[in-house]
């Protein structure tokens, strides 16, 4: 390995919202969800190259089919790294956990080049709206706990913040306060990362 090599900052690539679905020809608002999703792929590797972790951050599926998940699965193929995968509103947890398994992509902490990264589910079965149980709040102060060197990741689906839009305010992560609660006794927490809003937002917090 090159020095350069050695130097390069780690890769890390979200892929949130594809909607996929079971017929080939699927679309959602006029967009067939698996040719963008290959078309994504395709501009990714094209100008970023081979990442180091995939982070899909929930609505893997539209129709909530083991054939959609099986469908992203194979797509992820043309990447070299693990992923790991979430649910998000439209997912059927079981479904997605079934399939996410035999990609070996169940894993709900990750360390990898010098960070830590963990996966929660805000997914609440029949809702748009998201949520964290107690047990998943649990589980990232006890991750957290646990290495408390390492800066760490945080993914969800939900959007825990005011992202400036009413209607969305309504079907964002509902206990949002619990989760910065948990978040901000742990100062290794770097970023927090979602999906479910169909666009890019970014803020600083406490910063």
């Known amino acids: 390995m090159t020095t350069k090599e050695e130097a390069r900052p780690l890769r890390v690539l979200q892929l949130t919202d594809p909607h996929l679905m079971a017929r080939a020809d699927g679309d959602l608002l006029g967009v067939r969800t698996r ?17 180091d972790l995939i982070l899909a951050t929930g609505d ?20 070299s790294c693990p992923s790991v995968w979430i ?15 035999k990609y070996d992509a ?8 010098g960070w830590q990264f963990v996966m929660l589910d805000s997914s609440v079965p029949g809702k748009v709206f998201g949520a964290l149980a107690d047990s998943e709040l649990d589980f990232l102060a006890e991750t957290l706990e646990q290495h408390p060197d390492l800066p760490a990741v945080v993914a969800l ?9 009413d209607w ?7 206990n949002r306060d ?22 890019e937002h970014e803020r600083e917090r406490n910063g």
């Open 35 to 51: 040719e963008s999703l290959q078309a994504v792929i395709a501009e990714v590797l094209k100008v970023h190259g081979q990442p």
């Open 60 to 79: 893997l599926a539209q129709d909530g089919s083991v054939e959609a998940y099986r469908v992203f699965g194979e797509s992820l193929k043309v990447f």
């Open 87 to 101: 649910a998000g509103n439209h997912d059927h947890a079981d479904n997605l956990a079934k399939v996410a398994g």
């Open 106 to 113: 169940c894993d709900r902490h990750v360390i990898r080049g």
């Open 157 to 165: 689906h939900h959007h825990p913040v005011d992202i400036g839009s």
């Open 168 to 174: 969305m305010e309504k079907i964002g992560l509902t």
């Open 178 to 199: 619990a989760f910065w609660q948990v978040v901000d006794r742990f100062p290794q927490v770097r970023i927090v990362l979602w999906g479910h809003i169909h666009q």
